[in-house]
C-alpha cells in the first residue's frame, strides 16, 4: 500500500533535499561543515524513509541519487579494482568482547589481534602498478571515488615508486591522509594572516587540501599518509596484516609506528585505554583503534558483509564534536570588565565530561559563527581544551531561533559598555570599582591560587562580601573583623552566632598579610599581570611603592614584561581609588615588599625552562615551582622541544607521553631533588641512568 504524498510530505522532502545538499557542500566542497556526523546521518536517514515510502518523490539532485561530491569540484570518477569496506563499530567493552567471541568461534581457535590507530582523516587508494604509483582516488562511495592522483603524487611521503627490485603487478595501497596537529594550527593561523576562512578540524583540512584543483596547492599543504590496508593485489600474498605492513615499510610506504600485535583480548583492552589516555598527544586525531584479525587465512574465512569485514572492527572512543541546543546567550563580566558573551547549552556529554557552557568570546565571534538562540549547535571538548562552538546546523532551524546582539549595557550595574580603546572588539564594563559583577570576580580571584591564595575565600565568599555590603571594595577585605562580617548571614550560623568559616577566614586573611609580593601584584587584577609578569616585576623592584612609581621605560626592559604590560601597571596606578587600595592594604598590615632577591651573580638553572606535571609527594606544584624560580630557572606548563625537563609525579598524563615523543629528559621525585640540590648536569645523568634501566 502506498501512501498519499500531501502537501506537508513534499515540503519536508524538499527541504531535506536542500538541507543535506547545503550541508554535502559545505562539507566537501567550503571544507566548513555546520552539521555533526550524527546530526547528518538523522537527515539522511529521514530522507531515505521518505523515498522508500514515496518513490514518486526521488528526485534528480537527491543526494540519494549522487556518489560523493565529486562532480561539484570536476574530479573524474574512477572504480576501485577491490571494494573499499567500512568497519563496524564497537563503543564498549561489551560490544568489543560480543565481536571477539563470534571471531573465535568462527575461526575454531583463539585468534591473534592486530590492534592500531584509527586515524580521523581521509581515507584513499594508491594504486601501483609493476612498483610504480599510476593512480590515487578518494573513497567515495567505497566502489567509485574521486581521481586525485595528481594531487595525491604531490603528497611528501606517497611513493612514485615502490622500493626494491621486485614489486607486485599490482597492489592497491589504502591508507587514511590526515593533516598533523602542529601543521593544522600553523595553517589555521596562516590562513587568518591572509584573511582567509579558516578549516574547522584537520579531517577538513586534510579533505580540503587534498581536493584542490591546483595540485601545486596541495604539494603547499603538509598533509601525510599512514597505511592501514591493501585491496586487490596479484603477486602480492601476505600470511598477515603485520606481514603486510613489515613489506609496505620495506617498500617506502609509511607505515604506523604504533601498531602492536597481541594474543588476547584483555591485551586489546589495555592498547584501547592507553591510546584513550593519550589521544591528544598525538601528531594526529584519532576516534578509536582499529582491531583486527592478524592472519589472512582466518581473515579470509570470516568474510566480510556487504558493507564491512567481519574480522575486523573500530573500537570508538566517546564523540568530541556533538550537538546540542543554545538556549541562550548571556553576557558575563570578568575581572577587568571584559564583557563576554556566554553560550547557555542543553547540557551534554562530550569529550568526557557535560558541558553547559562555552564562551563565544566577543560579539565578533558571535558573528562570524553566525549562531542564533535556539539553534541546534555543534560543540567540541578535545582533552583538556575548554568546550567551543563550531558552528550552528543550519539544516535543523525551524524559523524559532532569534538573533543575537551585545547588550549596550553591563548586564551587572546597568553602565554602557565601551571598548578599552577605539579599535578593541572586546567591549568592557567602565564602572571597575563598583560593578558587582567585576568586584566579586576580583575577589574571588585574588582569594584563589594565583592571588593571595586564601582558603575560605571563593565565589561564595565573595558574593556575599558584596552583595551584603561587607565590603565597598577590595580595599576593605584585610581589615574585616568579626563585627563586619556578622553582618552578612553568609557567615552566621542558625542561632545567629558567626560561623566556624567565618572565624577560619579571618585567620587566613591574617596570615594572608605575610604572602609573597608577587602575590600582591596579581592579586590587584592589573590587565596582562599574571603570576609570571608579577614574579619578574616583584623580582625586579621589590617594593610595590617602585613599582607604582616606576615608569613605562623602567618596567617594559624587566624580562617576562613587555611593553603592553608596563603600560597596563602604569595606567592602573595612575586611578586614585587603586591606589587607595594598595594604601588600604599596607595599613592593614598586608607586606608591600621583600627582601631583594640577592643577586649572587649566574644562578644554577638560568636559561632552563621546566615542566612538572603529577603529584610530587614532597612538594606542593607551587612550592615545586618556587624551588625552580629561585635557581633561575622558568616554569612552563606544556612541553615543548625546548624544554630541559619534565619533573614527572603520580598520574602524570599526556605531557610525558609528550616528553617521551620529543626525547625531552624527564625526572621523577628523587630526579628532582638531583635537579636542585646537584644541577642540569647530574638530573640529565640521573635520567639517562633510569631510561637505561627502564
Ligand atoms: S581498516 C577493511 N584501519 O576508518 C578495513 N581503517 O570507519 C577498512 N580508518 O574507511 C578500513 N584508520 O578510512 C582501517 N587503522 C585503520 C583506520 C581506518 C582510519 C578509516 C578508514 C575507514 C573508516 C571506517
Known amino acids: 500500500m502506498t501512501s498519499e504524498v500531501t502537501d506537508k510530505v513534499r515540503t519536508r522532502y524538499a527541504e531535506l533535499v536542500a538541507g543535506i545538499n547545503d550541508a554535502q557542500h559545505r562539507y566537501y566542497v567550503d571544507d566548513a561543515p555546520t552539521l555533526s556526523d550524527a546530526a547528518y546521518d538523522q537527515l539522511m536517514h529521514e530522507l531515505e524513509a521518505l523515498e522508500l515510502e514515496f518513490p514518486e518523490l526521488v528526485s534528480q539532485d537527491s543526494p540519494t541519487q549522487r556518489v560523493g561530491a565529486g562532480e561539484w569540484l570536476g574530479f573524474a570518477a574512477v572504480d576501485h579494482a577491490e571494494r573499499m569496506l567500512s568497519l563496524d563499530n564497537a563503543f564498549n567493552d561489551d560490544q568489543l568482547a560480543a565481536w571477539a567471541t563470534r571471531v573465535e568461534r568462527d575461526a575454531g581457535a583463539p585468534v591473534r589481534y592486530l590492534c592500531e590507530l584509527k586515524i580521523d582523516g581521509l581515507a584513499v587508494n594508491l594504486t601501483y602498478e609493476k612498483g610504480r604509483l599510476t593512480r590515487g582516488a578518494t573513497r567515495g562511495d567505497g566502489r567509485t571515488g574521486e581521481d586525485v592522483t595528481a594531487n595525491v603524487r604531490r603528497i ?66 603538509a598533509l601525510e599518509l599512514i597505511v592501514h590496508g591493501i585491496g586487490a593485489r596479484t603477486g602480492f600474498e601476505p600470511a598477515s596484516q603485520s606481514d603486510a605492513y613489515a613489506q609496505l615499510k620495506a617498500w617506502g610506504l609509511p607505515t604506523s609506528p604504533r601498531w602492536k600485535v597481541v594474543d588476547s583480548l584483555d591485551e586489546v583492552k589495555a592498547y584501547i585505554a592507553e591510546y584513550q589516555a593519550h589521544r591528544h598527544d598525538l601528531e594526529h586525531d584519532i576516534d578509536g583503534v582499529v582491531v583486527k584479525v592478524d592472519d589472512v587465512a582466518e581473515q579470509q574465512k570470516l568474510g566480510s558483509t556487504s558493507r564491512a569485514p567481519r574480522w575486523a572492527i573500530a573500537f570508538k572512543y566517546p564523540p568530541e564534536e556533538v550537538n546540542t541546543k543554545l538556549l541562550d ?39 562570524r559563527k553566525g549562531v542564533k538562540i535556539g539553534d541546534t549547535v555543534v560543540i567540541r571538548r578535545a582533552g583538556d581544551v575548554i568546550p567551543e562552538i563550531l558552528g550552528p546546523v543550519e539544516a535543523l532551524r525551524d524559523g524559532s531561533e532569534r538573533d543575537w546582539s551585545m547588550p549596550a549595557n553591563c548586564p551587572s550595574c546597568g553602565t554602557t559598555l565601551a571598548p578599552a580603546k577605539e579599535a578593541d572588539v572586546d567591549l568592557r564594563c567602565p564602572n571597575t570599582r563598583y560593578c558587582k559583577a567585576q568586584l566579586v570576580e576580583r ?32 580595599g576593605d577585605l584585610f581589615a574585616l573583623d568579626e563585627k563586619q562580617l556578622a553582618s552578612s548571614p553568609f557567615f552566621l550560623k542558625k ?25 600582591v601584584l596579581t592579586s590587584l587584577s ?72 640577592a643577586d649572587t651573580g649566574p644562578k644554577p638553572l638560568d636559561g632552563l625552562t621546566v615542566v612538572v606535571t603529577g603529584t610530587l609527594e614532597g612538594f606542593t606544584r607551587d612550592e615545586a615551582a618556587e624551588r625552580l624560580t629561585a635557581l633561575g630557572a622558568k616554569v612552563s606548563g606544556s612541553v615543548s622541544k625546548k ?28 630526579g628532582f631533588t638531583v635537579l636542585l640540590e646537584e644541577g642540569p648536569e647530574a638530573a640529565k645523568a640521573y635520567s639517562d641512568a633510569r631510561r637505561e634501566n627502564a
Open 156 to 221: 611528501k611521503g606517497i611513493p612514485h615508486k615502490l622500493a626494491g627490485d621486485n614489486p607486485p603487478d599490482l597492489v592497491e595501497i589504502r591508507g587514511e591522509i590526515y593533516f598533523p596537529a602542529q601543521a593544522f594550527a600553523d595553517l589555521n593561523a596562516a590562513q587568518v594572516e591572509a584573511g582567509e576562512r579558516t578549516y574547522v578540524n584537520p579531517r577538513n583540512a586534510a579533505s580540503g587540501s587534498l581536493r584542490q584543483k591546483d595540485p601545486s596547492i596541495t604539494a603547499r599543504r
Open 526 to 597: 592589573i590587565r596582562h599581570v599574571g603570576p609570571t609578569a608579577a614574579r619578574a616585576l616583584a623580582d625586579h623592584f621589590n617594593d610595590v611603592e617602585k613599582i607604582a612609581t616606576a615608569s613605562v621605560e623602567q618596567m617594559s626592559v624587566v624580562e617576562d614584561v613587555g611593553g603592553t604590560i608596563a603600560e597596563a601597571v602604569r595606567e592602573w596606578f595612575a586611578e586614585d581609588w587603586h591606589r587607595e587600595v594598595v594604601e588600604k592594604w599596607r595599613a592593614a598590615g598586608v607586606r608591600m615588599d621583600q627582601e631583594p632577591v
Open 329 to 367: 546567550i548571556i553576557v558575563e563580566v570578568g575581572r577587568t570588565g571584559r564583557a563576554t558573551p556566554a553560550a547557555v547549552l542543553d547540557p551534554v556529554f562530550v569529550g568526557g565530561v557535560t558541558v553547559a557552557r562555552a564562551t563565544l568570546h566577543n560579539q565578533r565571534e558571535v558573528a
Open 443 to 474: 575577589i574571588t580571584y585574588l582569594g584563589g591560587r594565583d592571588g593571595f591564595d586564601i582558603e575560605g575565600m571563593g565565589t561564595k565568599a565573595a558574593i556575599a562580601l558584596v552583595e551584603d555590603k561587607v565590603v565597598t571594595d577590595e
Open 495 to 519: 542561632d545567629g552566632t558567626l560561623s566556624t568559616n567565618a572565624g577560619k577566614l579571618l585567620a587566613n586573611l591574617e596570615k594572608a598579610k605575610q604572602q609573597q609580593l608577587w602575590r
Open 643 to 670: 624544554t630541559a625537563f619534565v619533573v614527572v609525579g603520580e598520574s602524570a598524563g599526556s605531557k610525558l607521553d609528550k616528553a617521551l615523543s620529543l626525547g625531552v629528559p624527564t625526572l621523577d621525585e628523587p
